[in-house]
């Protein structure tokens, strides 16, 4: 259980603080003030999609990573699936919440918007969070292998 716990704890963080600092970067500081609080719920809605995303390609990654054959081979490549599904799904998903938040996106502008999204998404963050989900997809296969081993004494 533990494992499945820290990859899921890891989607979790990891999506929020690429999210912050990614914007952070962009724009040289957080902007909350301003537009009426507009940069606060967008930044939310951010967040809030990463973080679905990164929840949803870690349960789609858990059963492939619990059950690796391979100490870094199968544990490398679910990282990285999980991180390019993570971008995938963080498109579609952000536009969702930001048109569920009063923005008036069109389910045209949605689809439209989803490419262009994943792939700025990927470009900006995912030369860090490609190998950082590959990194705590390695670490939770040590950990279920540890766990096996004290099992088995």
């Known amino acids: 259980m533990r494992p499945r716990l820290a990859l899921h704890l890891a989607a979790l963080v990891l999506p929020v603080a690429a999210v912050v600092a990614t914007l952070v970067v962009l724009d040289g500081r957080l902007s909350i003030g301003g537009g009426g609080g507009t940069a606060l719920?967008?930044?939310?809605?951010?967040?809030?999609?990463?973080?679905?995303?990164?929840?949803?390609?870690?349960?789609?990654?858990?059963?492939?990573?619990?059950?690796?054959?391979?100490?870094?081979?199968?544990?490398?490549?679910?990282?990285?699936?999980?991180?390019?599904?993570?971008?995938?799904?963080?498109?579609?998903?952000?536009?969702?919440?930001?048109?569920?938040?009063?923005?008036?996106?069109?389910?045209?502008e949605l689809i439209q918007g989803s490419p262009v999204i994943a792939l700025v998404s990927a470009v900006f963050v995912g030369w860090l969070s490609a190998p950082l989900t590959m990194a705590a997809s390695v670490f939770v296969d040590r950990l279920r292998r540890r766990e096996l081993a004290r099992a088995a004494v």
């Open 41 to 108: 719920r967008d930044t939310g809605c951010f967040c809030l999609a990463a973080v679905v995303a990164a929840q949803i390609a870690a349960a789609l990654g858990a059963p492939l990573l619990l059950r690796a054959e391979s100490r870094w081979l199968v544990p490398l490549a679910v990282g990285f699936g999980m991180a390019l599904l993570t971008h995938a799904l963080f498109a579609p998903l952000s536009l969702l919440f930001i048109a569920l938040a009063g923005d008036g996106i069109s389910m045209k």
